[in-house]
Every structure is written in C-alpha cells, then in structure tokens.
C-alpha cells in the first residue's frame, strides 16, 4: 500500500469520509475514502501501489468483456437516433469532427467494445486503443485492432498526432494521473479534444450510499472526482472543459441499492431489483431531472487542450 500527496495541491492533509470494500469482484480489505483538506479532491488513501492493484483486475472483470450484441445495439441505435441518442444512451459519446480522416485514441479500451462502436460507424477514422493489461491488448490484437500497452506514464505516439482522445471511466483508475494527463496533453494536435467519463462524487448517491455506492468501485477507483475537482486537476494539465453532460441513468443507485440488499440479506428484492428496460424506463424521468441538477452518478466531459 502506498500513502500519496494529493495530485491537485500537493497538500498532505486529508479528513477521513468512510471506509469502502470492493463492492464488485469482492476482493478482501477495507480502504479509506478522505478529502483533501485544501482542495477538496476525494481520494482513496492509502492505496494499492501499481503492483498490489493488479490483483483487483481478476479475469472477469466485467470491463474485459466484449459485448458483441450489445456494441451493435448501439451502433444501430445512433445510426437511427442520431444525435438524440446522447438522451437515451450516455455511456460513451462520438463527437463529430471537420478533419475527415483523423486519428483517434481510445485509453482504457478493455474489451474493445468502443473501438468497434467507433470503427463501425467511423470507418474512415483511424482509431487506436490502449490498455495497461497485456492479456487485453494480447486479445485485441488476434482481432486485428490497433492497439498498444500502456500504463500512461508513457504513451508510444509522436507528438501531436492524435485529433481526439476518449476514455471511458479511465482516468479515475490511473495511478500517476498528472504524468497521464500531460502524455495525453504531448499526443494530441492543438485544440485537440479530450472527451472522457468518470463517476461524479458529487452526485446524491455518493452522499447516501458512501461505503455502498457501486460507482465508488475501491480500491480501482484511486479518485473520486467532483465537477470542482476534475476542473481543478485538467486546468494544472493544460485542458479547459467545454461542457459536462451528466448521464441520465439511475443504473449505478440500482446497482447501488442491491449492495445495500445483499448486505442486510434481502435477496429476494436484490433479484427483482436488476437492472432492465423497464427500470430504464421507470427511473428515466427521475435521471432527467438529477441530470439538469448535475447530481448524476456519472459525467461525461468534454475537455479542449490549451496553448
Ligand atoms: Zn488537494
């Protein structure tokens, strides 16, 4: 375990919030969630250094999993809704771009769900993943994707080559992240859009359900990001947030409700309380309104990097 600074101020001085386990592989130990006493920013500390976290990436890691049926939903979804689909579906966004034959990256791409999203329905683009876990990039590459292993600390692209770069509930796991936000900032071209999701600590379900809360998701999530605190760490790495789209899904207080169930042992609403359409459709309005008041578990940003 590893004791750190914060990575926005610097500053040691942190107040402890609760205490999490790790709610979804049910690995053992018990973390600490603290905020740091100057600037706010929530963390987990101490932590699993780069080497003891590895064994909280077990193989089924739901993220390593390439969901065929469900990528292709999705595409056939955006092709029908066009840009309306950003309402109904908000894990991942495509923004479109004037340059006609860019390159893009992907940080995180795990099972490659996104970059088969994406190459379907940008086949001109020229898109590249990266992951920390070999075993992922191993997969990847059978399938002939372009992909490459990275931790971030060093990202193996030329300076300024990369129009946009996406991370999908990345940037939360990273351990260096000032180095990863920098290696982020050296590959992409000027004005080069930083587009990226990650749960929001701000949000209703973090303060209700704190050691419960699913998209607290400890010891893998080393931040817990707030809008203040995810403004705070892009601004000292040189990127300014154009927009913040709160998702509009109540899925992670769901998820997080069946963790309380399993908990006191009420099994039976654990099993009528999972996740489908017709909760979807249920709890929509509900998202709605918590997304206008950005207390959304999750928030997508937009972020530009600045000269
Ligand atoms: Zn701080």
């Known amino acids: 375990m590893e004791k750190i600074s914060c990575p926005i101020c610097g500053g040691d001085g942190f107040d402890l919030l609760f205490k999490a386990q790790d709610n979804i592989c049910h690995i053992d130990g018990e973390f600490d969630i603290v905020k740091c006493e100057k600037c706010s920013l929530i963390i987990t500390n101490p932590r699993p250094d780069k080497e003891e976290i590895n064994r909280y990436y077990p193989k089924e890691y739901q993220c390593y999993n390439l969901n065929h049926s ?176 709160y998702q509009k899904t109540l899925r992670d207080a769901v998820e997080s409700f069946r963790l309380v169930c399993a908990r006191k042992k009420y099994y039976r609403l654990e099993s009528v309380l999972s996740w489908n359409l017709v909760l979807f459709v249920l709890t929509y309005p509900l998202a709605f309104v918590l997304s206008i008041f950005h207390k959304s578990s999750r928030m997508t940003i937009i972020a530009k990097k600045y000269d």
């Open 70 to 245: 469900r990528t292709e939903l999705v595409v056939k979804l955006r092709r029908f809704l066009g840009r309306f689909t950003d309402l109904f579906y908000s894990e991942t966004i495509i923004l479109p771009l004037e340059e006609t034959t860019p390159i893009i990256l992907e940080i995180g791409c795990g099972g490659g769900n996104f970059l088969y999203e994406y190459s379907r329905l940008n086949p001109q683009h020229k898109i590249i993943g990266s992951d920390f876990n070999l075993e992922v990039i191993k997969a990847l590459k059978k399938q002939n994707l372009d992909v490459f292993q990275s931790d971030l600390t060093s990202i193996a692209l030329e300076t300024g080559h990369v129009d946009c770069v996406y991370g999908w509930m990345v940037l939360e796991h990273v351990h260096d992240i000032n180095k990863a936000l920098g290696e982020i900032g050296r590959v992409l071209k000027k004005q080069g859009k930083f587009i990226f999701s990650i749960p929001n600590a701000a949000s209703w379900e973090f303060k209700l359900f704190r050691g419960d809360c699913y998209s607290n998701h400890v010891p893998n999530h080393l931040y817990h990001f707030t809008p203040k605190t995810i403004k705070q760490l892009l601004k000292k790495n040189g990127f300014r947030i154009e927009r913040i789209l």
